[in-house]
């Protein structure tokens, strides 16, 4: 479960002040797959990082699965974050010269989580149609075989919240297509997926979606 009570953020500009996002609250449940929507600089990414503790809002709360997140020290974020939460950026932020296997290995470096790590990288390199890159440094693969290797790095550690911004941006129908099936999975399975999207096709295969306009809910 998320909840986002009132959050607001400033960001100065110019004489003035800019609310990227003003007065934003919404509730979303467990195994609801979101879509958040609006045009460029409307506040998606603001928002996004905001529920991904890559961010802090000027003000407001967010709570992830009924425990306060925002406020906490920087450190105890960090370890919700590595336990709890997914994130898939809008550049990847990929390590180029890791092949895609040691990059979609990093959430797991400190997992804590009992699971296969060997089989857990190859299930979700199946997973994004990457099995054959496996051992390919990131800096030779294509901006969709990038976006795909960021996807898998976002759930290989199983994370009860998966947040995406953009992730189908750099990929072709067919590609989208199937990251989408993995999502809707994932959310059948009970994980929380909020992707931020300008395509509307993506955004009609969502339970729900969440229009920004001027950093308020429209
Ligand atoms: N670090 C920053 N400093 C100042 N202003 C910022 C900063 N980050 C974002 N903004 C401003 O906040 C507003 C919301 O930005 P945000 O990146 O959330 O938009 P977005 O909806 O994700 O847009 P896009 O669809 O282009 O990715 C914009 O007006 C942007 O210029
Ligand atoms: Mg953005």
Not at 16 to 43: M, N, P, Y
Not at 135 to 154: D, E
Not at 213 to 218: L, P
């Amino acid at each position: 479960m998320l909840k986002v009570n009132n959050l607001v953020k400033i960001y100065p500009s110019g004489e003035g002040k800019l609310h990227a996002l003003d007065g934003v609250s919404f509730e979303i449940t467990d195994g609801e797959l979101v879509a958040v929507t609006g045009r460029s600089g409307s506040g998606k990414s603001t928002l996004l990082n905001i529920m991904g503790l890559l961010d802090k809002p000027t003000e407001g709360e967010y709570y992830i699965n009924d425990k306060k997140a925002s406020g906490l020290p920087s450190w105890e974020q960090a370890k919700v974050r590595n336990a709890e939460i997914g994130f898939v950026v809008q550049d990847f932020a990929l390590v180029e010269k890791y092949t895609v296997k040691q990059n979609v290995n990093i959430p797991l470096i400190y997992s804590k989580k009992q699971l296969d790590k060997e089989k857990a990288i190859r299930e979700v390199l199946r997973r994004v149609g990457l099995s054959d890159k496996i051992n390919t440094p990131v800096y030779k693969l294509s901006g969709g075989q990038k976006q795909r290797t960021a996807i898998a790095r976002a759930v290989v550690n199983d994370p009860s919240v998966i947040l995406a911004d953009e992730p189908t941006g750099a990929l072709d129908s067919v590609n989208a297509n199937g990251i989408m099936t993995l999502f809707e999975s994932l959310s059948r399975a009970g994980k929380t997926v909020v992707i931020v999207t300008h395509d509307m096709n993506i955004a009609a295969r969502c339970s729900r979606r969440i229009e920004l306009s001027d950093g308020k809910i429209i």
